[in-house]
């Protein structure tokens, strides 16, 4: 039940089945409401375990991209939550876990702990990871960042990242 709250493959509403037409968003609602039961169960002694489930599900193949955004959602959660427990996703970041980091961050940000995520991404911004992603979360950080979004739009450029550019010309139109 707990993979196929946080994958978006198949609905598990209890009553999903019986409705005609089928609700998606009554879906939605149910695994949003189920979020804290599951931030509940993920502590400092539990995050590594955590992680490596995560990190299975991640492996699962996707048609969409779109299955994970339950797992998103829920991880946002735990970063506004629990931002200590939350920053050791961003510790273990690899480009498998790469589809969460937006919504990790964003949740750490809506937390009040703001000195957490930008240590993460000043370093990775040196080391030339996760561009893409960072401009992305650029877009909708809280309090905005300009010359981390140039320093963003520079790596990509000296990497030739062409994911990374648009991403920050994006950025950049949209703030």
């Not at 978006?8 to 009553?15: C, E, L």
Request: net charge negative; hydrophobic share 45%.
């Amino acid at each position: 039940m707990l993979y196929k709250t946080l994958i978006g493959h198949d609905s598990v509403r209890p009553t999903a089945w019986d409705e005609h037409p089928f609700d998606p968003d009554a879906t939605n609602a149910w695994r949003a409401a189920r979020y804290p039961e599951i931030v509940d169960q993920i502590t400092d002694d539990t995050v590594d375990a955590w992680i490596e489930r995560v990190r299975l599900y991640v492996a699962e193949p996707k048609s969409t991209g779109g299955e994970l955004m339950p797992l998103a959602d829920c991880l946002k959660l735990l970063g506004e939550t629990k931002p200590g427990v939350a920053a050791r996703f961003l510790e273990v970041m690899d480009d498998a876990f790469s589809s969460l980091l937006i919504s990790v961050l964003l949740g750490i940000e809506a937390s009040g702990q703001g000195t957490i995520g930008p240590s993460f991404i000043w370093r990775w911004i040196g080391q030339g990871r996760f561009l893409p992603n960072l401009a992305e979360y650029l877009r909708w950080q809280q309090c905005f960042d300009p010359d981390m979004l140039i320093a963003v739009a520079a790596r990509a450029i000296e990497f030739a990242d062409d994911h990374a550019v648009l991403g920050s010309l994006n950025t950049a139109a949209h703030r």
